[in-house]
């Protein structure tokens, strides 16, 4: 038996690299500590990795502690009604003047409507408060409902100057106003004793200057056509009628103004409407109207 001599080629062949690239791996345990050995390759590293790229959301902790505090003002606001939030808006403005006089120059201009509207509001409280049973216009009733009617009167004597020139320029405008609060007061309860119907005789005696002085500014404008064609004569005229003849001295204006523009003296029957407006209507389109006749000397 020949003892060979181990050569260096030996050892390549057995730890080298074969024919493919590779090394060929004698043991397991070799592989392990390959795989060990680099940082790279270590599958902890990738996880590691993971962890740090994606963010950790942050829980947010119920506080440990519970305590009570006010609310903000937007929740504040939310939980008022109407006539909360017109007290405490008008308590501010009481408090501070300048904030008041900015609110009234921003605030949007009543409408009729929203004015007849707080008056009705009124009423209905004054209806609500009569007692059941026994005569409405005694003076008990009257005890038991001064107090609204006392709200209504003010509330009306308070809309009544807004709705008036020359606060308010447009005729049509103060007519219709007019026109709702008169009703308004017509629905007045009359009572037995002379002293508690004061109240109601002044209220028509306030509205029928109101009257007269719309009455006179319309007649400036236009020649007073908006009253021959509104038919605002016939209304005043039935106003009147209702009140007894307490507002007499508005129709009286209403028709010395009528007459000065060619209208009638005397209130005009259902024939006779219908040939004034058209006499007066060929007038403005000739453009006649208005004009002085001439005078026939010897006649």
């Known amino acids: 038996m020949t003892n060979r001599k181990r050569k260096a080629e030996d050892d390549e062949y057995v730890a080298g690299p074969d024919r493919y690239g590779s090394h060929e791996s004698n043991s397991s345990g070799d592989g392990d500590d390959r795989m060990s050995a680099s940082p790279l390759n270590s599958p902890a590293l990738g996880l590691r990795s993971f962890q740090q790229a994606t963010p950790h959301r942050q829980v947010k902790r119920a506080r440990p502690n519970v305590s009570g505090r006010p609310l903000a003002l937007s929740r504040l606001l939310e939980t008022l009604d109407a006539q909360a939030m017109r007290?405490?808006?008008?308590?501010?403005?009481?408090?501070?003047p300048e904030i008041g006089s900015e609110v009234v120059s921003t605030a949007p201009r009543p409408s009729v409507s929203s004015a007849?509207?707080?008056?009705?509001?009124?009423?209905?409280?004054?209806?609500?408060?009569?007692?059941?049973?026994?005569?409405s216009s005694s003076d008990y009733a009257y005890n038991r409902v001064k107090h609204p009617l006392a709200d209504l009167l003010d509330a009306l004597n308070d809309f009544t100057p807004h709705f008036l020139p020359p606060n308010?320029?447009?005729?049509?405008?103060?007519?219709?106003?007019?026109?709702?609060?008169?009703e308004i007061i017509h629905r007045l309860p009359t009572w037995e004793s002379f002293q508690n119907n004061l109240p109601k005789q002044t209220a028509y005696e306030e509205i029928t200057k109101a009257?007269?002085?719309?009455?006179?500014?319309?007649?400036?404008?236009?020649?007073?056509?908006?009253?021959?064609?509104?038919?605002?004569?016939?209304?005043?005229?039935?106003?009147?009628?209702r009140a007894e003849g307490r507002m007499q001295s508005a129709v009286n204006d209403l028709r010395s103004n009528?007459?000065?523009?060619?209208?009638?003296?005397?209130?005009?029957?259902?024939?006779?409407?219908?040939?004034?407006?058209?006499?007066?209507?060929?007038?403005l389109f000739s453009g006649s109207y208005g004009t002085i006749p001439p005078v026939r000397v010897g006649q």
């Open 87 to 96: 007290t405490v808006l008008q308590s501010i403005c009481e408090r501070h």
């Open 116 to 135: 007849l509207s707080v008056l009705s509001n009124y009423e209905a409280c004054l209806k609500a408060s009569f007692p059941f049973g026994g005569s």
């Open 168 to 182: 308010e320029p447009q005729a049509s405008t103060s007519l219709s106003f007019l026109d709702g609060a008169t």
């Open 211 to 241: 009257w007269a002085l719309v009455v006179r500014e319309a007649a400036k404008r236009g020649g007073g056509i908006q009253l021959q064609y509104g038919g605002w004569d016939q209304k005043l005229a039935k106003h009147n009628e």
């Open 258 to 283: 009528l007459g000065w523009i060619g209208g009638p003296q005397t209130p005009p029957s259902s024939s006779q409407t219908q040939p004034e407006i058209g006499s007066i209507r060929q007038q």
